[in-house]
C-alpha cells in the first residue's frame, strides 16, 4: 500500500532564510508525487509534481522539490522565504503500481516569520 | 483562482436537515471529486466521478448522497448529519481520471458546521 510521512507538524523559519518542508514515502511502485498549498480558508493550490525525468523539480511561487528515490523523499523547497508562504502544505503520492488516487500527507504548518 | 468554484462558502445546518453543496468547474475537465477535510486528519476522499459515472465510493455513510448531472457539475446532498460531520468539504477536477500523472485542481471548499 501507498502512505505518505510529513513528519514535521509545524515549520518555523525568519523570512529570508531558506526553507525546507520535507516529505517521505512508501510505495510498491514508481512513485507520482506532488505537492499542494492551502492557505486559510482556501482550498488546495497545485506547487508542483514529480513524474519522471530530473529529480530536482521547480514549480510556482519560486518553490522546488527534490526526488531522492534512494531515501524515499521528496523534500519541498525554497531559498528565500517570505511572509506569505506562511501556509500549510501537504504532499502527496500516487502508486504506478497501486490504484488511480491520492494519498495524501498530514500537513506541515509553515509559519516564516519577519 | 484554480477555476473550480463551490457554493455555499459556508453552511450551518442542524441534523435534520436537508442540504447540498454544489460544485462546478470551468476548465473542461472529466473527472470530478469530492474530498472531507477534517482537523488533525488527512483529506479523505469520499467520491469520484468519472465522465459523470460514479467510479470510487469510498465506505461513505448513506446521509453523503452525490450527484453528477454533467461533467461540470457536481453536488453533494446531506441529509440527517452528524456531528462528526463538521469539516471543510473540498471539490476537486482533473482531465481524466485513470492517469497518474493527472493533477487535480481544487475549489476554495465549504465550510461546515452541523449542530
Known amino acids: 500500500a501507498q502512505s505518505v510521512a510529513q513528519p514535521e507538524d509545524q515549520v518555523n523559519v525568519a523570512e529570508g532564510n531558506p526553507l525546507t518542508v520535507k516529505c517521505t514515502y512508501s510505495?510498491?511502485?514508481?512513485?507520482?508525487l506532488f505537492w499542494y498549498v492551502q492557505y486559510p480558508n482556501r482550498g488546495l493550490q497545485f506547487l508542483l509534481k514529480?513524474?519522471?525525468?530530473?529529480?530536482l523539480v521547480k514549480g510556482s511561487y519560486g518553490f522546488e522539490a527534490e526526488f531522492n528515490k534512494s531515501q524515499t523523499s521528496f523534500h519541498l523547497k525554497k531559498p528565500s522565504a517570505l511572509v506569505s508562504d506562511s501556509a500549510l502544505y501537504f504532499c502527496a503520492v500516487r502508486d504506478e503500481g497501486y490504484g488511480q488516487n491520492f494519498v495524501f500527507g498530514p500537513g506541515t504548518r509553515l509559519s516564516v516569520l519577519p | 483562482e484554480t477555476g473550480v468554484t463551490q457554493t455555499p462558502r459556508h453552511l450551518v445546518m442542524g441534523m435534520t436537515n436537508k442540504k447540498s453543496l454544489k460544485c462546478e468547474q470551468h476548465l473542461g475537465h472529466n473527472a470530478m471529486y469530492w474530498y472531507k477535510q477534517s482537523a488533525k486528519k488527512p483529506l479523505e476522499l469520499m467520491f469520484v466521478?468519472?465522465?459523470?459515472?460514479?467510479?470510487e465510493n469510498n465506505s461513505v455513510p448513506s446521509r453523503f448522497s452525490p450527484e453528477c448531472p454533467n461533467s461540470s457539475h457536481l453536488f453533494l446532498h446531506l441529509h440527517t448529519l452528524q456531528p462528526e460531520d463538521s469539516a471543510l468539504y473540498l471539490c476537486?477536477?482533473?482531465?481524466?481520471?485513470?492517469?497518474?500523472?493527472?493533477?487535480?485542481?481544487f475549489g476554495p471548499g465549504t465550510r461546515l458546521l452541523v449542530l
Open positions: 476537486a477536477s482533473s482531465q481524466d481520471w485513470g492517469s497518474k500523472q493527472e493533477t487535480q485542481y
Open positions: 514529480y513524474i519522471t525525468g530530473d529529480n
Open positions: 466521478y468519472s465522465l459523470e459515472e460514479r467510479v
Open positions: 510505495v510498491s511502485g514508481n512513485p507520482y
